[in-house]
Structures are given as C-alpha cells and as structure tokens.
C-alpha cells in the first residue's frame, strides 16, 4: 500500500557528496525507514536505517561517519546525506520501510537510484 519513490542519485567524484531522497505515498510515521544498497554481482545489504519512534540510527560500518540518514514525518521521507564518497559506494541504492519497526526486514521497497563515484 506504501510506495516509495528515490531520487538524488547520479554520477559524484571520489570525496563527493550527494543526497539522497524517497518520499513515500502515504504517511509512515509509524515505519522504520532504510536505505540499502546492492553493488552488481553483490547481494542487497544494509546501509542505514532509521526508527519510526525517536529517529535513533544505525548505520553499516562502512558508511558510518560518512552517511546521515534523516526522515521528516511531515513530508514522509527519507533522506541519506553521503559524504567522502568513494568508488566502493557505486551501487543501487533502495529505499525501504517496515510497518513493524524492523532494521534488516522491510515490507515496501522503491525502485532504486544509480549512485556512481568515480575515481
């Protein structure tokens, strides 16, 4: 019942930054709210992850210090800040939310955004 729908994504320089966005169709105050991320030839992993309750986040090792995730209720969005790109974070990006709060599962996705970091 909830889509989700990505956008920011594109080509950045190693050490760039880009933001991105997913608004979702319908209020998901109550979500937990994600971004994954899948490289080609890699499975869908976990990048950030935000809670519907008090905005606590979790982040991947990889990202953390580089990446904020941040959601506006009142818009229902997302948003991942990307900083210090590097080309290791070319991938997929996905947004996804979970009606039960759950940080690995999700039950809607968006379709995906293309972030590309060149070297």
């Known amino acids: 019942q909830v889509t989700l729908v990505e956008s920011g994504g594109g080509l950045v320089q190693v050490g760039g930054s880009l933001r991105l966005s997913c608004a979702a169709s319908s209020t998901v105050t109550d979500y937990q709210l994600g971004w994954f991320r899948q490289a080609p030839g890699m499975g869908r992993e976990l990048v950030a992850s935000i809670s519907c309750c008090d905005s606590t986040p979790v982040y991947a090792d990889s990202v953390k210090g580089r990446f904020t995730i941040s959601r506006d209720n009142a818009k229902n969005t997302v948003y991942l800040q990307m900083n ?36």
Not at 87 to 113: H, I, L, M, N
Request: a neutral charge; aromatic letters at 14%.
């Open 84 to 119: 210090s790109l590097r080309p290791e974070d070319t991938a997929v990006y996905y947004c996804a939310a979970d009606p039960f709060g759950r940080t690995t599962k999700a039950s809607y996705w968006g379709q995906g955004t293309q972030v590309t970091v060149s070297s």
